[in-house]
């Protein structure tokens, strides 16, 4: 059965609440964690957007748990300054740290001022940083002029084991390319038969063996219709498709692009109900399809009362046994 992990959504809590709802699933049960990694929420009713990688340092030393990060070197991360962020996190937390690079979005990465390459530049550029990543994890001065340009960059402290770089894959496509460098795989909840295609993909491209994860958008509430009005408030952009949710730049062209998302359009993209048994089924059914952690995104800003009910009623019936 899959580990159940959290994940601490840093567009929709300030970074204090978000260290606490990370200790809270701790007691409750979850064995895992990961979060985002965002310059700007999706909408300002979310509101939030904390740096990742100074609220990481917290909640690895607050916790016990290993966490992981969804970010995208190449723009608004240098991959030199990338790769000694995460290397650092690993020589104070041995084997509790994992990252997932992805191509970015231009929500995030506009900021710089820098032209917003396509899809396929992207990709050629991530794997430029996936290279010069994991030459500066062994410890080499690394050059490089590419679509992006290091000089003489070296990292004088490094963990005794780097950090597994993850790819990030929504697509069969990107996830089959995925498979010929990343050292395992992170998608997210779509229907299953797309969700086993991306998993196929990955394996076939060069995955086989490796580990596969699952980020789970999910809204759960005591009564049916708070779980959609609260998906339907916090993220009906999820129901974006196409190139669009890599493309808008501001909250406010997200906002404008979902403003005829109706409430019930919302369950493409998140898990909505206030049945745990349902919950638990569903949480199921991608376990068997061979993801090896999941981790739990109830997209409510109260976080208290959906982790100690998962953590009663739907962790123990999917947890594996002693």
């Known amino acids: 059965m899959a580990r159940l992990g959290f994940h601490a959504s840093h567009e929709q809590l300030a970074p204090s609440a978000l260290l606490e709802a990370v200790r809270q699933a701790e007691e409750a049960g979850f064995t ?18 904390g740096y990742a990688w100074s609220w990481l340092g917290a909640a690895l030393a607050g916790t016990g748990l290993p ?7 190449g723009q608004r991360y240098h991959p030199a300054v990338a790769a000694q962020k ?8 041995p084997g509790r740290f994992w990252m997932a690079l992805g191509s970015g979005q231009a929500l995030n990465e506009h900021i710089t001022g820098d032209r917003w390459p396509a899809k396929p530049e992207r990709k050629a550029r991530l794997r430029e940083c996936v290279d010069v990543m994991r030459a500066l994890f062994a410890g080499e001065c690394v050059s490089h002029r590419g679509l992006v340009t290091v ?23 990107t996830a089959r390319w995925a498979g010929s460098w990343a ?7 779509q229907d299953v038969a797309q969700l086993r295609r991306v998993v196929e993909a990955f394996r076939e491209g060069g995955g086989a063996g490796k580990p596969v994860y699952l980020q789970v958008h999910l809204s759960w509430a005591e009564d049916e219709q708070a779980a959609l009005r609260i998906a339907h408030e916090q993220w009906r952009t999820g129901v974006l498709g196409g190139d669009v949710p890599w493309n808008l730049s501001t909250p406010e062209e997200y906002e404008q692009a979902s403003a005829t998302v109706r409430p019930d ?10 049945d745990l048994e349902r919950h638990a089924g569903w949480l199921a059914e991608y376990a068997d399809l061979g993801f ?22 739907v962790l123990p019936q999917l947890r594996e046994p002693a």
């Open 265 to 274: 359009d919302v369950r493409r993209a998140v898990l909505v109900s206030a």
């Open 32 to 49: 895992t964690a990961m979060c985002s990694d965002h310059f700007a929420p999706w909408s300002h009713a979310q509101g939030h957007s």
């Open 292 to 313: 090896d952690t999941l981790f739990l995104h109830h997209v409510g800003q109260e976080q208290r009362g959906f982790i100690d009910a998962f953590g009663q009623k």
């Open 183 to 189: 050292d395992g795989l992170i998608t997210v909840n």
């Open 151 to 173: 000089d003489r960059a070296q990292l004088y402290t490094l963990p005794e084991t780097p950090p597994p770089l993850i790819g990030a894959a929504v697509s069969a496509e």
């Open 86 to 93: 995460a290397a650092t996190l690993c020589e104070m937390f």
């Open 67 to 73: 966490f992981g990060v969804v970010s995208a070197p």
